[in-house]
């Protein structure tokens, strides 16, 4: 066993005990202990595990060695691609990276706030897109020996919400373009950040214009196949999809993402278990953040079956998928999605729990039916 599958075997012993017990020292504790683990896990290099070659995905033209991978926040700084090739995921997503390194979020002498729930198979998290900025991303990115079939996905957010801002971005998306990443993710719904607003959940004239923005001043304007999905949250209203899906087919967007994390406390609460309750209101009283896992399983399914029924009456000119985030743990999420033509798969609270039962082999074990 490596460390750090000992670690996660060892900490879902105490993990139940201080979320319960004790809510600002498991928000203290956890913050501190996720990066630890993560910084530790990036440097484990299992022997790599092989699972079926049935599984893989042609889309876009770029191969796909599964339709499951990491979710964007899990390797902001653009390490851990030998990591995740070996557990066999379907792709590498690095990010999300700004334009200018961003230092996140503190408060209660807690930098990068983060609690999870481990019996409500959820977490909270008030990070702030913390990240070493674009140009040392990019620089990790670069010193990667890519092995086939195993893509380069970089999620990418602005450094704020003015005209200049998107200025920004837009050159960073087009620099992007001479590296050796596959597809870009547009992160426009994080909600732990306090420049204005990324977290959209309506289409309003301020959204679409930024969306105009990026496709008039990067979509347009690309040299190579270098697909772009956007990353909505799952909190978009699904009354608003068909609207949602004809502007962006139209703007030049490849994909949608719902989604990221969840900011409607009163509806989650019904799925935190009575004993995590506590600390629930606590880090959302206190921090506020995005919640992830369980609770956003069901509008993550019905956002995307939603969407791919809406796509099937539209005659769209390009390659456009829809990939779902949010909930997914286990077999049985992915199949019901594929069902409904969902192309690919993104997990990140999933793949913890995954990876404290089943180790490096959780890829393996996920398919494994
Ligand atoms: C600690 C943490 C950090 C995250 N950072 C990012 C990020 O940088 N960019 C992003 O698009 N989503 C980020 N997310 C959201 C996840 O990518 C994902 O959309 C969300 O957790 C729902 O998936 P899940 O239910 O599988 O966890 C983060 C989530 C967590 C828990």
Same mark, same amino acid.
């Given at each position: 066993? =490596?460390?750090?599958?000992?670690?996660?075997?060892?900490?879902?012993?105490?993990?139940?005990?201080?979320?319960? /017990?004790?809510?600002?020292?498991?928000?203290?504790?956890?913050?501190?202990?996720?990066?630890?683990?993560?910084?530790?896990?990036? @440097?484990? &290099?299992?022997?790599?595990?092989?699972?079926?070659?049935?599984?893989?995905? %042609?889309?876009?033209?770029? +191969?796909?060695? +599964?339709?499951?991978? !990491?979710?964007?926040?899990?390797?902001?700084?653009?390490?851990?691609?030998?990591?995740?090739?070996?557990?066999?995921?379907?792709?590498?997503?690095?990010?999300?990276?700004?334009?200018?390194?961003?230092?996140? /979020?503190?408060?209660?002498?807690?930098?990068?706030?983060?609690?999870?729930?481990? $019996?409500?198979?959820?977490?909270?998290?008030?990070?702030?897109?913390?990240?070493?900025?674009? %140009?040392?991303?990019?620089?990790?990115?670069?010193?990667?020996? #890519?092995?086939?079939?195993?893509?380069?996905?970089?999620? *990418?957010?602005?450094?704020?919400?003015?005209?200049?801002?998107?200025?920004?971005?837009?050159?960073?998306?087009?620099?992007?373009?001479?590296?050796?990443?596959?597809? &870009?993710?547009? /992160?426009?719904?994080?909600?732990?950040? /306090?420049?204005?607003?990324?977290?959209? +959940?309506?289409?309003?004239?301020?959204? &679409?214009?930024?969306?105009?923005?990026?496709?008039?001043?990067?979509?347009?304007?690309?040299?190579?196949?270098?697909?772009?999905?956007?990353?909505?949250?799952?909190?978009?209203?699904?009354?608003?999809?068909? !609207?949602?899906?004809?502007?962006?087919?139209?703007?030049?967007?490849?994909?949608?993402?719902?989604?990221?994390?969840? =900011?409607?406390?009163?509806?989650?609460?019904?799925?935190?278990?009575?004993?995590?309750?506590?600390?629930?209101?606590? *880090?959302?009283?206190?921090?506020?953040?995005?919640?992830?896992?369980?609770?956003?399983?069901? #509008?993550?399914?019905?956002?995307?079956?939603?969407?791919? @029924?809406?796509?099937?009456?539209?005659? &769209?000119?390009?390659?456009?998928?829809?990939?779902?985030?949010?909930?997914?743990?286990?077999?049985?999420?992915?199949?019901?999605? #594929?069902?409904?033509?969902?192309?690919?798969?993104?997990?990140? =609270?999933?793949?913890?729990?995954?990876?404290?039962?089943?180790?490096? +082999?959780?890829?393996? #074990? $996920? $398919?494994?039916?």
């Amino acid at each position: 066993m =490596t460390l750090c599958e000992v670690l996660a075997k060892l900490d879902t012993f105490f993990r139940a005990g201080l979320v319960q /017990n004790f809510p600002y020292f498991s928000c203290f504790a956890y913050s501190y202990f996720r990066k630890y683990f993560l910084n530790r896990l990036k @440097e484990e &290099i299992p022997k790599p595990i092989r699972i079926s070659e049935e599984l893989k995905i %042609k889309l876009w033209g770029i +191969t796909f060695r +599964t339709p499951l991978f !990491n979710a964007a926040g899990m390797f902001k700084d653009g390490r851990g691609y030998q990591l995740a090739y070996s557990q066999c995921a379907g792709a590498f997503l690095a990010g999300t990276v700004t334009p200018n390194p961003k230092v996140g /979020n503190f408060r209660k002498c807690i930098l990068h706030p983060f609690v999870p729930y481990p $019996f409500s198979g959820a977490s909270s998290n008030w990070l702030g897109l913390p990240n070493p900025g674009y %140009k040392k991303v990019i620089g990790f990115l670069q010193q990667i020996s #890519k092995v086939e079939d195993f893509p380069i996905g970089l999620s *990418f957010a602005s450094d704020g919400d003015s005209h200049a801002d998107l200025e920004v971005l837009c050159n960073v998306l087009k620099d992007a373009e001479r590296y050796n990443i596959d597809f &870009i993710e547009l /992160n426009e719904s994080c909600p732990n950040v /306090n420049h204005g607003n990324l977290h959209h +959940t309506r289409l309003d004239e301020h959204f &679409i214009w930024r969306l105009e923005y990026v496709a008039t001043n990067f979509l347009k304007k690309r040299r190579r196949n270098l697909p772009v999905i956007l990353k909505l949250s799952n909190d978009f209203p699904e009354e608003l999809v068909p !609207n949602l899906l004809d502007i962006i087919t139209e703007m030049g967007f490849d994909g949608i993402n719902f989604g990221n994390t969840s =900011t409607n406390y009163n509806f989650l609460k019904s799925y935190i278990v009575e004993a995590e309750q506590r600390t629930f209101a606590y *880090f959302t009283t206190v921090f506020g953040g995005g919640v992830s896992g369980a609770p956003l399983k069901e #509008k993550s399914y019905s956002l995307t079956k939603y969407a791919t @029924e809406y796509l099937r009456t539209k005659n &769209i000119k390009q390659e456009f998928y829809v990939i779902r985030t949010g909930g997914i743990k286990d077999y049985r999420d992915l199949e019901e999605s #594929k069902q409904q033509s969902v192309a690919l798969f993104q997990w990140f =609270t999933g793949y913890f729990e995954n990876f404290a039962k089943f180790g490096h +082999t959780l890829y393996r #074990k $996920f $398919f494994e039916i």
